[in-house]
């Protein structure tokens, strides 16, 4: 009972949380894991156990959590997803998950910071953690739910994206992220964005874009 998880660097909030499970051989049966926050998020699966490194085996299913906290990120999720993961294969992440609400915002750092080629004389160089191999598989349907603001815009944003990726290769993205609704502050100038599509075929850093913001005359 009254199990949690928070990362307040990321905003993940894992809360309230209730485990029921049990051995089955040398297999551990996660036969519900249920966290509550809003909605509820809740884990079913097993973890197997007769080998030194564990396999897990799990399905997530998500009702209108709220799976970021932060003033500046916030979002809840429902869907569904499969986790897998073993030491050699790595994590395998399939589903679909929907946004009920988003709200995300920019926020930059008062805290100066070198850039990764800056050499700095007596400092030792930090060592680079082993990155665990990630297949993913995952449909997000944005629903019109998502609200940015930052770096002078103020948009609603919607569509639907599948992204997908494996060990070594760069993150691929198919889909369309549309500006539902918006404006932009530029050069003084207060802008209505009258249309914005962000395409994905390929790499998800080399979208399409195609955007059109209008001052409107009164």
């Known amino acids: 009972e009254n199990l949690y998880y928070r990362n ?3 905003g993940l909030i ?16 996660i036969d519900s894991l249920k966290f509550h926050k809003g909605g509820t998020l809740e884990l079913k699966g097993s973890v ?3 080998n030194a490194d564990p396999d897990v085996d799990v399905d997530v299913v998500f009702d209108k959590y709220d799976t970021l906290s932060r003033p500046n990120r916030r979002l809840r999720l429902s869907g569904s997803a499969k986790v897998q993961y073993n030491q050699q294969k790595g994590v395998f992440l399939n589903g679909t998950l ?3 609400y988003g709200m995300f915002g920019s926020q930059k750092s008062s805290m100066p910071s070198l850039d990764d080629d800056v050499v700095v004389l007596g400092e030792e160089k930090k060592q680079t953690a082993a ?3 990630i297949n993913l598989n995952l449909t997000l349907n944005l629903n019109d739910n998502i609200r940015f603001v930052g770096y002078g815009a103020d948009i609603t944003i919607g569509g639907r994206l599948n992204i997908t990726s494996r060990p070594g ?3 691929q993205g198919v889909g369309t992220v549309k500006v539902v609704k918006g404006r932009y502050k530029a050069y ?3 802008l209505d964005i009258t249309k914005g599509t962000v395409s ?9 874009l195609n955007i059109r913001a209008e001052r409107r005359l009164s």
Not at 14 to 29: I, K, P, T
Not at 200 to 208: H, K, M, Q
């Open 14 to 29: 894992l809360d309230n949380g209730v485990l029921r499970s049990h051995l089955q051989g040398q297999r551990w049966v």
């Open 200 to 208: 994905f075929v390929g790499p998800l850093n080399n979208p399409n």
């Open 98 to 100: 929907n946004s009920d």
């Open 48 to 50: 197997n156990l007769a």
């Open 169 to 171: 290769e760069t993150v």
């Open 131 to 133: 990155v665990t191999p």
């Open 188 to 190: 003084g100038q207060d």
């Open 8 to 10: 307040q660097t990321q």
